[in-house]
Each structure stands twice: as structure tokens, then as C-alpha cells.
């Protein structure tokens, strides 16, 4: 039996022409099976299944490219500073062991996913933290993250973390590079592995991908081996760099005053296939920034935002009007709490002004093409992120109804201007409904069991923060609540 042709109707709908956006006025969305068949007005053929979605948008699905996969912790850095005190930098008398338990890992990733798709992000490539962990990721535990995917509906781009080792801090605050040769050999032979195995696992919404950890923790052997890797599979491969001050100082001193484009230049990881968060740091600690900026562009690698994550961190990307002008690819990720791409839309709007000092340096509509086309773009999938005929049918319904969305002058605006993830009630993923009224359609869990069972998860790594953070302090040291707790006195 053929797949029913099914028809959504809707207020406004996102569609695609001329190489952009547009949008139409009581529009319709015609799709079979995963695809697309008709965008716009009027559609005469025939349909087996006719839906009203009232005053609603009816968009491409976001597409995150730096995911959030687990529980986020940065947010325990937010008011808690210097991070090397507060266990951002992992002490160098710490025996590094797994802190979370398989299980938890697992229940972590149907939290994750769960959450990108209620907030309306249908394909991701998400990433965790590997603070915790005796090393990185293990072809396994992500193995399971595919069996996870698969069972939500959701379209990811999955690869372990892997690195050549990473910094620790002494009790003054002194940096040191620790590495392991054969880790980080180990590391690079699994994650070709897992990539082999997903890819023969033949599900269309699962692609592999490379997710080296960061730049500074590779050394020259590693880089040397990930640049042949990459040229040989020619796949998603996500590494961030010009993240950080260390970062910039460490690769600065490690190769002879190079940036870290330059050095990614030079073990060839500079090319259309690199995802690159978070792009603050261009120039290095010389400040030639025009130079990074012509090597990225000429690069055809994508700079993947965060806005939100850098906000919080007090940086951003000043010579955004430079990036944009130089053709560079600019997608969008989340990579903290909450998973939230309105909110990051918003922010990225907002800092960008700031930063530049323009207000006219970037619009609603920039960053939402970040969250879509730029996405799209970066992965090699001009069947994602619009609506079109022949394309994937991901996509989102967003109540324009909701009061706190205000007046409704233009609906990407109001959207990008007081939306949020919450707004968004349908989610499809590949013409199969996956989020119903707020609720994940083929989840094991109910929305409010994964809440209740995260927080416990939560609670659990915090109280292992003593013993990775630089001192050894207890919690209440670590992390401090705004402001002092009154209890109650016993009589």
C-alpha cells in the first residue's frame, strides 16, 4: 500500500523559492511518505488526508549543529567563577574515571533528544561533555544513542567524542597538557568503526559523523592521522576551535605562533566537511583576523554559532560583519541549556548588534536562515531545512495563538523577536509525526517522567564535583546559590 498523500493547511507557511525563504499567505504543504510534493496555494490534485492547522506557522525543521546530548552543566559555571575553581578544568590529581553510570548515559540521551525535538530541532548532531568520563566516548555507548534516534523518530548526525588528551589544573591555576598516545589512536580507529557501522545499518534519518573534542587537545600525530581520516571518508566533521583564551595561547605557543586555522590548514582539517563552533577567537594572539577570515572563506567550512552558551560566557563574534561578508557558511547550535533555537536566534540577533555596534548588522531573517539553510548547507543536504518539493518532510507547527508571542506584525519576526521552543506543538520528521501537543509520540517516557528522572541524574553528578575540581572543595563551595538559604530551625 502506497503512503497516503496528505495535506496541511496553515496561516503561514515557510516555503522556499529563488534560493530563499518565502512566505505564503494561507499556504499549504502537500507530502507522501517523506516527501515533500507541493508548497504555496491551490494544490489540485488529490489528497487522502486534509488538515486545518488554524492560525499556526507551518516551518522547516531547525537544524543544530552543535547539539546539546546530555545534561548541561556549564550552567553551573554561569555565576560560579573562575571556572578552573569550579571544576570546568578538571584538577591534575584527579584519577579520571567514569562518573556516570551506563544507564544514566543512556537515560541522558533520550532526555537530550527528546528535548531538541520538542523544541521543533528535527536533525542535530549533538554533542556531550567528556569531563566526566576516564577518557572520551565509546563506540557503544553511542551505538545506543543510534538505537535511541531511531526509536523518537528524530534525524541525527552521531559520531563518539575522541581526543589526544586535555588540560588540568594545578592548585594555582596552571594549566597542563596531558596526553595518551594510545587513547588517542584508539579514539580515531573506533570512531571510523562506529561510522562504518551506523552507515551500514542503513537507516536513512542516521548518518555518521567525525567529533574530534577541540583542537588543543589533539597533538601533531593526532592531527596528522584525523586530517587522513577526514579526506578519506569526506564526512561531517565537527572540532571546535577558536573557542577560548587558552585555546588561543596553547596553540599559539605548541606551533610557533600559529592560529588554530592556520594549524587546521596545515594537517588539512580546513575544508567544506568542518563544523566549526565557535569561531571567537579569530587571529590569534597576534589579532590578524582579516587572514583566519580569508582562510575559512576560502575554506568552504561552516562557523557554527552558539550564541546563547557564548553570551553567558561574556564573547561573541565581533567581526561578524566580516564573516558574512566574506561568504563564510554560518549555521546555528544550542550546545547548552535550553535547547532552545528561538532563544538562540534571538540572543545571536541581539549580541550581534552589540558587539558590532550596528544596529542594522544583522536581522530576524539572517539568523533564522542560520537555523535552516546554513544547517542544510553544512551537511551537504539541499533536502533539509525548507520546504519544498522533493524535499525531506521535516517540519514544525507554531501557534501564533499563544499570547506571550504578542502582536503578530510578520510571523518569522514576532517568532525570532518573543517565540520559544515551548510554542511549538507538531514536529514531523520524515512525514512521520513524531511531537503531538507538547508530548514525544514514540518515546518511552512522558515529558514529565523525563523531568522528574533528570533531575536525579543531575543530582547525582553535582555530588561528584568535589572530587574533579581543583582543591577537592565540597559542593557547597562549587556550586553557590544566589543567594544565602534560610532553613528552618529545628526546636
Known amino acids: 500500500m502506497s503512503d497516503k498523500v496528505i495535506r496541511l493547511r496553515a496561516a503561514w507557511v515557510v516555503g522556499y523559492q529563488a534560493g ?10 502537500v507530502y507522501q511518505g517523506d516527501r515533500i510534493l507541493f508548497v504555496g496555494h491551490d494544490y489540485s490534485g488529490a489528497v487522502d488526508e486534509d488538515n486545518h492547522l488554524g492560525n499556526s506557522v507551518l516551518a522547516p525543521g531547525f537544524i ?16 560560579n567563577q573562575p571556572g578552573w575553581k569550579t571544576g570546568r578544568i578538571v584538577a591534575q590529581d584527579w584519577q579520571r574515571r567514569d562518573l556516570y553510570s551506563r544507564e544514566q548515559l543512556n537515560f541522558a540521551k533520550h532526555y537530550a533528544y527528546g528535548q531538541l525535538l520538542l523544541n521543533g530541532i528535527t536533525s542535530f548532531a549533538p554533542i556531550t561533555s567528556i569531563l ?38 594545578d592548585t594555582l591555576g596552571q594549566f597542563h597538557y596531558i596526553n595518551n598516545r594510545d587513547r588517542a589512536r584508539q579514539g580515531l580507529e573506533d570512531a571510523v568503526r ?25 597533538d601533531d600525530a593526532w592531527l596528522h592521522e584525523l586530517g587522513a581520516v577526514v579526506k578519506s571518508l569526506s564526512c561531517p566533521t565537527r572540532l571546535h576551535c577558536c573557542q577560548s583564551e587558552l585555546e588561543v595561547r596553547e596553540i599559539a605557543r605548541r ?25 571567537q577567537f579569530l587571529g590569534g594572539v597576534a589579532g590578524d583576523v582579516s587572514e583566519d577570515i580569508a582562510r575559512l572563506a576560502d575554506s568552504g567550512a561552516t562557523l557554527v554559532a552558539c550564541p546563547l552558551v557564548s553570551g553567558r560566557h561574556g564573547k561573541y563574534l565581533e567581526h561578524y560583519k566580516s564573516i558574512r561578508a566574506a561568504g563564510i557558511n554560518l549555521a546555528l547550535g544550542t550546545d547548552t541549556w535550553p535547547s532552545d533555537m528561538f532563544t538562540n536566534m534571538q540572543m545571536g540577533v541581539v549580541l550581534t548588534r552589540v558587539v558590532t555596534g550596528d544596529v542594522q548588522a544583522a536581522s530576524a531573517a539572517d539568523y533564522y536562515r542560520m537555523a535552516t539553510l546554513g544547517g542544510a548547507k553544512a551537511l551537504g543536504r539541499e533536502d533539509l531545512g525548507r520546504l519544498a518539493p522533493g524535499c525531506q518532510a521535516d517540519m514544525i507547527v507554531i501557534s501564533l495563538d499563544q499570547p506571550a508571542l504578542g502582536q503578530i506584525f510578520d510571523p518569522i519576526t514576532a517568532l525570532v523577536l518573543n517565540g520559544n521552543g515551548r510554542d511549538v506543538q507538531t514536529v514531523i520528521v520524515a512525514g512521520k509525526t513524531v511531537v503531538r501537543d507538547r508530548e514525544l509520540v514514540n518515546s518511552r517516557y512522558s515529558v514529565a517522567e523525563l523531568h522528574q ?11 561528584t564535583y568535589p572530587e574533579r575540581t581543583v582543591g577537592h572543595p565540597p559542593v557547597s563551595e562549587i556550586v553557590k546559590p544566589a543567594f544565602n538559604i534560610v532553613t528552618r530551625e529545628e526546636p
Open 20 to 29: 530563499d525563504h518565502c512566505l505564503y499567505a494561507n499556504g499549504e504543504v
Open 64 to 79: 543544530d549543529l552543535d547539539a546539546l546530548g546530555d545534561l548541561d552543566t556549564t550552567v553551573l559555571a554561569f555565576d
Open 194 to 218: 562506529f561510522y562504518e557501522r551506523l552507515n551500514a545499518r542503513g537507516v536513512p534519518r542516521l548518518s555518521g559523523m567525525l567529533a574530534p573534542d577541540r583542537i588543543e587537545g589533539g
Open 453 to 463: 528522572q533528570s533531575q536525579q541524574v543531575f543530582n547525582h553528578i553535582i555530588s
Open 132 to 169: 566526566y568520563r576516564a577518557w572520551a566516548e565509546e563506540v557503544d555507548e553511542y551505538l545506543y544513542a543510534a538505537d535511541v534516534v531511531e526509536e523518537l523518530g528524530a534525524r541525527a548526525w552521531l559520531g563518539p567524542a575522541f581526543m589526544a588528551g586535555y588540560y588540568a589544573s
Open 255 to 279: 606551533y610557533q605562533g600559529r592560529t588554530s586555522l592556520e594549524v587546521l590548514a596545515q594537517y588539512g582539517l580546513l575544508n567544506a566537511q568542518m563544523l566549526l563552533p565557535h569561531g
